[in-house]
């Protein structure tokens, strides 16, 4: 049984002008950014529209999932231009340069009244994307992308807004499309406290809800950078711990020629070899500072290796509840308190 209700829309020159697809690289993201309509309000809309260029290929929400333009079809759905770099229309997917509209497939999620996206609506985006993926051989970590990826659009806004969401679906599609346990898929909303557990409010407390999105994020960064083969549950226990020694480990041999042993096992050559992080600072060492401190409690603004000033401040909360020196810099010391 398909995901999906084929509901074709009349062949018109401005939603489905019949134009084949060259190919099927990538499946886009998109949300209506229209609040309380359907997915049968939209194939309404689209069926008799008439004054622009704009449709998809999918529109799915808590009830309904159609497809409305033959998936061997073009859609008018992401090449629209936001920003030029140097005269030239922005386009942040290679693959799909230099008209997505001619390589992509789209889904749109509808959104609720108040502006979130409905988990049921999400659960069947994620079908969908699972029988795609099968179907034209794609990989959910890779080729599922935002429309805001290719175009820079606001879009779909909640997963701009918090990308832990979008990379959780992701990642929920990859385990479904292996027969895995899919584990929790995201309510997609402006807040990722409504689909896991509130962040610690002890930084000694760790996030321990199966599902936490960024967890989910950061065990499939380590496994994609290091080969760390996690287990993508959203757990910061002894495994995901250790993949983030070796990240940094591997770290510092390739940036400073440490020469260390990547063992996963922090230990006094390690912390030898460890360098000063301060604000400022970009890259997967970084990276790796913020993900410990997220799994230790501690909010960083983001775990997206740059050194900002959330970074700052949740380093210095760490160094005033471990009893070091408060000065916002992630040394030996540091580093020590934090495996």
């Not at 942040?92 to 509808?110: F, Q, T």
């Not at 689909?195 to 989910?216: F, L, R």
Request: hydrophobic share 40%; aromatic share 8%; net charge positive.
């Amino acid at each position: 049984m398909s995901a999906w209700e084929n509901k074709f829309i009349n062949v018109n020159k401005y939603a489905r002008s019949g134009k084949k697809l060259t190919a099927v690289r990538k499946i886009l993201m998109h949300y209506t950014a229209n609040p309380g309509a359907s997915a049968m309000n939209h194939y309404k809309y689209f069926n008799n529209l008439k004054d622009r260029y704009a449709s998809a290929h999918f529109f799915v929400d808590r009830v309904d999932s159609l497809c409305i333009v033959p998936l061997n079809e073009v859609a008018y759905h992401a090449n629209d231009v936001q920003k030029r770099v140097n005269g030239v229309a922005y386009r942040g997917v290679a693959a799909l340069k230099p008209n997505a509209n001619l390589l992509s497939l789209g889904i749109e999620m509808c959104i609720e009244k108040d502006g979130t996206i409905h988990p049921d609506t999400v659960k069947r985006s994620a079908a969908i994307a699972v029988e795609l993926c099968k179907k034209y051989g794609l990989d959910p970590l890779t080729d599922i992308v935002r429309h805001y990826d290719v175009t820079a659009k606001n879009c779909p806004a909640p997963w701009v807004a918090d990308k832990s969401q979008f990379e959780a679906f992701k990642v929920f599609v990859k385990n479904e499309l292996a027969g895995n346990d899919p584990t929790i898929i995201p309510a997609p909303s402006n807040k990722v406290d409504s689909v896991i557990v509130k962040q610690p409010t002890k930084p000694s407390e760790q996030p321990k809800t199966k599902g936490n999105a960024v967890m989910m994020s950061i065990q499939t960064t380590l496994n994609n950078r290091y080969g760390t083969k996690l287990v993508i549950d959203g757990l910061y226990g002894p495994a995901t711990k250790k993949a983030l020694v070796t990240g940094l480990q591997t770290e510092l041999n390739k940036q400073y020629r440490a020469n260390l042993t990547v063992d996963g096992l922090y230990g006094p050559a390690t912390a030898s070899k460890v360098v000063n992080v301060h604000e400022g600072a970009r890259g997967n060492i970084t990276y790796i500072v913020q993900a410990v401190l997220y799994a230790l409690g501690y909010d960083t603004k983001g775990v997206d290796g740059i050194f900002g000033s959330g970074t700052t401040a949740a380093v210095k909360k760490f160094q005033d509840d471990k009893g070091l020196s408060v000065d916002g810099v992630v040394g030996v010391n540091t580093f020590n308190k934090l495996f």
